[in-house]
């Protein structure tokens, strides 16, 4: 079965403070996806990264950037410089094809990130 | 990316009533669409698969006589909460797969569910 942990429920920093968003999965398949997503106080999903499982590379968007470890099973993602409009709760989401041939996502619990002006 | 759209974005409706969220694909076909529930503060769980032109796969403990779906074109399909209740009130969220070698997913934007 497939698993996401995200150990940290809520994180508080000042503005311009670096944060890590921390994110193990457990799966038994070789392939699969993983993602992070943001919400915000509105309630939408908004994408912020798809990855692989075959891909290893890091990858920086702006102030965004993730780390994939295949060997501790966690996708980590840190904001540099972070800003008030960086609060809301961010989800880690693992997807893999079941035995029908779907792709079930499963989400991590979340991290709230509060980010004080 | 790709657009889902959901409709309504808020409900507010009586106990025992049925309340219809529709969710379309609008620049693609999706022969998958799921269907997923977040209460306050918790993570989203996954409700039930809905295939286009058959019967949707519910999750476990999920009661499908409750959760009506119905997936009746590749850019549709609808879930009908039927006879509501105060604890049915919840944000469900729609996905629509792309399918093809680059399969991905993409969420609509919620539908905020009320029952008085």
């Known amino acids: 079965a497939q698993k996401v942990t995200q150990a940290q429920t809520e994180i508080s920093v000042v503005e311009k403070e670096d944060v890590t968003l921390d994110c193990v999965y457990e799966t038994r398949d070789t392939t699969y996806y993983l993602f992070w997503y943001k919400q915000p106080p509105s309630g939408e999903l908004v994408f912020l990264i798809r990855?692989?499982?075959?891909?290893?590379q890091n990858e920086i968007s702006g102030r965004y950037s993730w780390n994939f470890q295949k060997s501790t099973s966690s996708f980590n993602f840190t904001i540099t410089a972070s800003q008030v409009v960086d609060s809301a709760v961010y989800f880690c989401?693992?997807?893999?094809?079941?035995?029908?041939?779907?792709?079930?996502?499963?989400f991590g619990t979340g991290t709230k990130l509060q980010v004080i002006p | 990316g790709a657009v889902v759209s959901q409709h309504p974005s808020r409900v507010i409706c009586k106990s025992g009533t049925s309340v219809k969220i529709e969710c379309r694909s609008l620049?693609?076909?999706?022969?998958?669409m799921f269907w997923y529930r977040q209460f306050p503060k918790q993570s989203l769980m996954l409700m039930a698969t809905s295939n286009e032109g058959s019967k949707a796969t519910y999750e476990q403990g999920v009661e499908k006589d409750k959760f009506l779906i119905n997936h009746a074109s590749l850019t549709l399909s609808t879930l009908t909460v039927t006879s509501a209740h105060p604890e049915d009130s919840s944000f469900y969220i729609c996905s629509a797969e792309t399918g093809g070698s680059h399969n991905e997913q993409f969420f609509g934007p919620g539908t905020r569910l009320t029952v008085l």
């Open positions: 990855r692989n499982s075959f891909d290893e």
């Open positions: 620049d693609f076909q999706a022969t998958t």
């Open positions: 989401a693992l997807s893999e094809a079941d035995s029908g041939g779907y792709q079930k996502v499963t």
